[in-house]
Structure formats: structure tokens, C-alpha cells
């Protein structure tokens, strides 16, 4: 059956995306059609070093392809926000359309930034201020998600609770808000690759901790939903 309920009117996050998206469509084609004619890298192994590089037509397509994702999934999440019939539902679509935005965002600048410098190594003070900025950023509105396919800690314990998703996603933007503060505070103290991968290592650790929050508060919701 059609839904025909009227839809809200696009929001700043929606124009924002629209912007953005375009930018970052822009950038792709530029660096496709007039980038830099050497090689650039594209790949980074365990050790922070470029183990791979790539012409200009290959790193433009996936700047291009990750602008492509930007505008798909931030302005679908934007579009069932719209549609969305509770306001507090809008709003947790919202928040879910804004974290993908400023992370998308912040990863097709971070990987467009090191193919264009011809950065041999991630292992350095700048990558780290990006990664600990854009840590901060995502972390600063993921406890706000809603249910969504997207973004936040989508585990199957959190779909089938209500309170799973909101005490693990909270969980999860707290704990990367605090790693994006400590590694932007940090960085000119500590000693490089070290930090980019303290940074790394302690986003996996996270990630692990909301996972397993979902699952413990999954399990003791008296409202929950079987499998």
C-alpha cells in the first residue's frame, strides 16, 4: 500500500547534504580529469605506510564513489526522516542523517587529503588530529541515533530492543568522544605511529564495549523482543 502521508519540509541537514555531497562530487571529478599526473597512495598497511598507489582516474573515482555514498545514505536516511509520522522518530533519523554526513564527509576529505599530499605515512601528527577531530565529531551526536541500517552500534540485540540501542549507542559516543578528546590533546605529545594506532586500537576496543552492551542490556529488557 502507497504511502501517502505528506512529507516535512528538507531541513538544514538535508541542504547540508546536498552541499556537501556536491562538493565532495566535485572533487572526485576534479582529481579524476585534472589531479596530480604521478602516482598517489591509496593503501596504508598495519605499520602506517603506503603499500599501494594509484593515477589520478582511480583515486577520482573513489573520491567520487564515496561522495556518491554521502548523498545516498545521508539523504535517504533524510528522506525517512521526512516521512517519518512521530517527531521524535524524525529526530533520531535526523541525528542518524547528520553522524553519517560528518563521517562520510570527514572520510572522503582524510583519504582525499593523503592521495593529493603524497603522504607516504599515516604515522604522523596530522593524521592523527583528523582521525581524534573526526572521532570527537561522531561521537558527539551517535548516543542521539535512532534505529536505523546504517549508522550506530547495529547489532542484532540492539534492533530488538529499544533500550539495548539507546544505552549502546550512548555508550559508543561517549567512549569516542573521549578518544577524539584524549588523541586531540595528546597528539603533540605522543610519539608517532604509536598514536594513530593508539587511536585505532582504542576505536576497535569501543566498538567491542557497545557490542557487548547491546547484548547485556538486550538480555535483561523485560520489553525486549525474541529471536
Same mark, same amino acid.
Given at each position: 500500500?502507497?504511502?501517502?502521508?505528506?512529507?516535512?519540509?528538507?531541513?538544514?541537514?538535508?541542504?547540508?547534504?546536498? #552541499?556537501?555531497?556536491?562538493?565532495? *562530487?566535485?572533487? #572526485?571529478?576534479?582529481?579524476?580529469?585534472?589531479?596530480?599526473?604521478? *602516482?598517489?597512495?591509496?593503501?596504508?598497511?598495519?605499520?602506517?605506510?603506503?603499500?599501494?598507489?594509484?593515477?589520478?582516474?582511480?583515486?577520482?573515482?573513489?573520491? $567520487?564513489?564515496?561522495?556518491?555514498?554521502?548523498?545516498?545514505?545521508?539523504?535517504?536516511?533524510?528522506?525517512?526522516?521526512?516521512?517519518?509520522?512521530?517527531?521524535?522518530?524524525?529526530?533520531?533519523?535526523?541525528?542518524? @542523517?547528520?553522524?553519517?554526513?560528518?563521517?562520510?564527509?570527514?572520510?572522503?576529505?582524510?583519504?582525499?587529503?593523503?592521495?593529493?599530499?603524497?603522504?607516504?605515512?599515516?604515522?604522523?601528527?596530522?593524521?592523527?588530529?583528523?582521525?581524534?577531530? *573526526?572521532?570527537?565529531?561522531?561521537?558527539?551526536?551517535?548516543?542521539?541515533?535512532?534505529?536505523?541500517?546504517?549508522? #550506530?552500534?547495529?547489532?542484532?540485540?540492539?534492533?530488538?530492543?529499544?533500550?539495548?540501542?539507546?544505552?549502546?549507542?550512548?555508550?559508543?559516543?561517549?567512549?569516542?568522544? $573521549?578518544?577524539?578528546?584524549?588523541? $586531540?590533546?595528546?597528539?603533540?605529545?605522543?610519539?608517532?605511529?604509536?598514536?594513530?594506532?593508539?587511536?585505532?586500537?582504542?576505536?576497535?576496543?569501543?566498538?567491542?564495549?557497545?557490542?557487548?552492551?547491546?547484548?547485556?542490556?538486550?538480555?535483561?529488557?523485560?520489553?525486549? @523482543?525474541?529471536?
Amino acid at each position: 500500500m502507497t504511502d501517502t502521508r505528506p512529507s516535512a519540509p528538507a531541513s538544514a541537514i538535508d541542504v547540508a547534504t546536498l #552541499g556537501i555531497s556536491a562538493i565532495l *562530487l566535485g572533487l #572526485g571529478l576534479w582529481i579524476f580529469f585534472a589531479g596530480p599526473t604521478g *602516482l598517489m597512495p591509496i593503501h596504508f598497511n598495519v605499520h602506517g605506510d603506503a603499500d599501494d598507489w594509484a593515477g589520478r582516474e582511480t583515486v577520482g573515482a573513489l573520491i $567520487l564513489a564515496l561522495g556518491l555514498a554521502t548523498l545516498a545514505l545521508s539523504g535517504g536516511l533524510g528522506h525517512f526522516a521526512r516521512k517519518a509520522a512521530e517527531p521524535a522518530r524524525s529526530r533520531a533519523l535526523r541525528f542518524a @542523517q547528520l553522524v553519517t554526513l560528518i563521517s562520510l564527509t570527514g572520510a572522503t576529505l582524510f583519504a582525499a587529503a593523503l592521495s593529493l599530499s603524497g603522504a607516504t605515512s599515516i604515522g604522523t601528527l596530522a593524521p592523527m588530529l583528523a582521525i581524534s577531530v *573526526l572521532m570527537m565529531a561522531t561521537g558527539a551526536f551517535l548516543g542521539r541515533v535512532g534505529p536505523n541500517p546504517i549508522v #550506530g552500534v547495529r547489532t542484532p540485540w540492539a534492533f530488538k530492543s529499544k533500550l539495548a540501542w539507546e544505552r549502546s549507542n550512548r555508550l559508543a559516543g561517549r567512549l569516542l568522544f $573521549l578518544i577524539g578528546l584524549f588523541g $586531540l590533546v595528546s597528539a603533540p605529545f605522543m610519539p608517532q605511529p604509536f598514536g594513530v594506532i593508539a587511536v585505532v586500537v582504542a576505536v576497535l576496543v569501543a566498538v567491542v564495549l557497545a557490542a557487548v552492551e547491546s547484548w547485556r542490556v538486550w538480555r535483561n529488557d523485560p520489553d525486549r @523482543q525474541p529471536f
